[in-house]
């Protein structure tokens, strides 16, 4: 899969609020109202993201988790990144 310009980034991300683009990869910070909630979150991820065998990267720091999302293979950000950056979305609205 073809590494992505940094328009075409800029471009999928406007509808992906509060994602960002920087050093070949797109991150966002989520925040959890418990420790355990956060948690419970990451496991969901984790279930879509081995399905499609791409996997992002995940920081937690107590109630705030940091997705980073790049391919590797590529050098940076391609369809793959974008597609999991809307499945965390998804999952994280449905947590409310």
Known sequence: MAKLSSDQIAGRLKVLPGWEY?????????????????IGFIGR???FAEAADHHPDMTINYTRITFTCTTHSEGGVT????KLAENIEREFTKTG
């Open 22 to 38: 920087r050093d070949n990869a797109i991150r966002k910070q989520l925040k959890f109202k418990e420790f355990m909630d956060g």
């Open 45 to 47: 991820v984790a279930q």
């Open 79 to 82: 369809e793959k990144d974008l």
